[in-house]
């Protein structure tokens, strides 16, 4: 199994390479695709530099279920840590059982003494 860590790519070498990536922080998905062209003659050269971007529509022309599947089998190859590793949040949550050094409150709940 790879290691997550040689998929990770810098945003200015995404930009230039197709392919699909996810950021895992603001869980956008960016779909890099080269194969289609416009004319050229449209934009005037001169204004733009090459950081620049244009929007070209706001519909999403991606097909949701080929999507999907490409998402379910990046997961089902890569994994953060290891099989016996516990995420932030279940560490966060508890196991569901009461510590020792919990202490038991001292008045009914609901009541305000």
Excluded at 24 to 36: C, K
Excluded at 46 to 69: C, F, H, K, N, Q
Aim: glycine content about 10%; overall charge negative; cysteine-free.
């Amino acid at each position: 199994m790879a290691d997550i860590q040689t998929r990770i790519i810098e945003v200015d070498d995404m930009l230039v390479r197709p392919g699909t990536y996810f950021n895992p922080q603001t869980e956008i998905v960016v779909i890099v695709d080269d194969s289609t062209s416009i004319d050229q003659e449209i934009f005037n050269m001169e204004a733009y530099e090459g950081s620049d971007w244009v929007r070209i529509s706001d519909d999403i022309p991606v097909d949701e279920d080929g999507l999907d599947g490409t998402l379910e089998e990046f997961q089902t190859h890569y994994h953060g840590g290891t099989a016996g590793s516990v995420s932030g949040t279940a560490l966060e949550q508890g196991d569901g059982s009461d510590d020792e050094e919990e202490e038991e409150p001292d008045q009914d709940p609901g009541r305000e003494d």
